[in-house]
């Protein structure tokens, strides 16, 4: 009878300890969706590698650029809505860029690009422009981006 309630004893401690660990786990990463950066890159197949960041750049080469928005979260797999809270401003003329934000891969949790937005840019030589990342864009998990962020660039 000792024996069966040591085993029980040890059966709850382990599976208590068990759950504490799952638990301080999930606490410990950060829910919110956090705007890390916006590069241009290059593409092949379904991976980017990120070339120079935009933020604050003043010397952005011209032509038809991939440029990609960098999250702390899968935001890929909410594109259908996340498409709409991205716009590019050109700041030299006051007018908005058409763009297509896109995705690489299915946005699947198991997704190598998961956390990035991509769109394509022709940028003009000697004009500024502004990415803009409203605060409505949403990750997987739920969670907005909160307040609008914004990137500025000069291209040469």
Same mark, same amino acid.
């Given at each position: 009878?000792?024996?069966?309630?040591?085993?029980? /004893?040890? %059966?709850?401690? *382990? #599976?208590?300890?068990m759950l504490c660990f799952f638990a301080s786990t999930a606490l410990a990463a950060d829910p919110t969706v956090t705007f890390y950066d916006a590069?241009?890159?290059? *593409?092949?197949?379904?991976?980017?590698?990120? !070339?120079?960041?935009? /933020?604050?750049?003043? $010397?952005?080469?011209?032509?038809?650029?991939?440029?990609?928005?960098?999250?702390?979260?899968? @935001?890929?797999? &909410?594109?259908?809505? &996340?498409? &709409?809270? /991205?716009?590019?401003?050109?700041?030299?003329? +006051? %007018?908005?860029? $058409? *763009?297509? @934000?896109?995705?690489?891969?299915?946005? $699947?949790?198991? #997704? *190598?690009?998961?956390?990035?937005?991509?769109?394509?840019?022709?940028?003009? $030589?000697?004009?500024?422009? +502004?990415?803009?990342?409203?605060? !409505?864009? @949403?990750?997987?998990?739920?969670? %907005?981006? !909160?307040?609008? +962020?914004? =990137?500025?660039? %000069? =291209?040469?």
């Amino acid at each position: 009878m000792l024996h069966k309630q040591k085993k029980l /004893i040890s %059966t709850f401690v *382990i #599976s208590l300890l068990m759950l504490c660990f799952f638990a301080s786990t999930a606490l410990a990463a950060d829910p919110t969706v956090t705007f890390y950066d916006a590069n241009l890159c290059t *593409i092949s197949g379904e991976t980017a590698t990120p !070339g120079v960041s935009l /933020i604050n750049n003043t $010397s952005v080469p011209s032509g038809l650029q991939h440029i990609e928005l960098q999250f702390n979260h899968n @935001v890929a797999a &909410n594109l259908s809505t &996340n498409q &709409n809270y /991205i716009h590019l401003k050109n700041t030299t003329t +006051q %007018t908005m860029e $058409s *763009i297509s @934000v896109y995705r690489l891969g299915d946005g $699947s949790p198991f #997704s *190598i690009e998961k956390r990035n937005l991509f769109f394509d840019a022709n940028l003009v $030589s000697g004009n500024s422009y +502004q990415i803009i990342i409203d605060p !409505g864009l @949403v990750a997987y998990n739920g969670y %907005t981006l !909160g307040s609008t +962020q914004t =990137v500025d660039f %000069t =291209v040469q």
